[in-house]
Structures are given as C-alpha cells and as structure tokens.
C-alpha cells in the first residue's frame, strides 16, 4: 500500500491559510424582554405579599400592645380585604413565570 502526500514523506505542496486565532470570548445570552418582565413581576409580587404580612402583623403588635383594640379590628379587616386581591396576583404571576413556553 503507497501513501501519497505529507502522510507519505513528500514535500507539503501549498499551504492553505485559514485565518487568524483569536481570544475566544463568553458568549453572552440576554434573555428575553417577556421573561424578564415575567420575573420580575413575580419576584415584585411575591416581595410585596411578604411585606404585606410582615407590616400588618407588626403593626397589629403594636396596636395590641398600645391597648387600641379598635384600631387593631379595623386593620383586621383591611387586611381581610386586602388578603385575596394580592394572593390572586402573586398566584397568577408564579404559576405563568412556572409555566410559560420553553423556548
């Protein structure tokens, strides 16, 4: 069997040029403006849920403490009225950031 070419011993005729090398860089991926809104508003709602119950239940402390029974019935049912309007948001937003399409 007779090998032709380099492999075979001879002279390397032309030699084919194929560019420069350079640095090779992280390629940087920005996700999409929907995804970024989508998680933001969850991340926002969810934030504000928290908040929410940390302020009433600290204020109602402190209205319990300050013996105004009174004020503390009428903070109890804001926060009744208050309750389902921003569980309905924080569960719309997580179960659609949870949810949406894999692109």
């Known amino acids: 069997m007779e090998v032709s070419g380099h492999a075979g011993g ?10 420069d ?9 920005k996700p999409p403006h929907r995804e970024t809104t989508a998680r933001l508003l969850a991340v926002l709602l969810v934030s504000i849920f928290g908040g929410t119950a940390l ?11 300050a013996g105004k029974a009174d ?3 009428k903070l109890g049912t804001f926060f009744n009225a208050w309750l389902p309007a921003i569980t309905a948001l924080v569960g719309s937003a997580t179960t659609y950031y949870f949810t949406k399409e894999k692109r």
């Open 10 to 19: 001879e002279e390397m005729g032309d030699v084919i040029e194929g560019g």
């Open 21 to 29: 090398v350079t640095e090779l860089r992280e390629l940087e991926v």
């Open 55 to 65: 302020i009433h239940y600290v204020t109602l402390a402190v209205f319990v403490y």
């Open 71 to 73: 004020a503390a019935d």
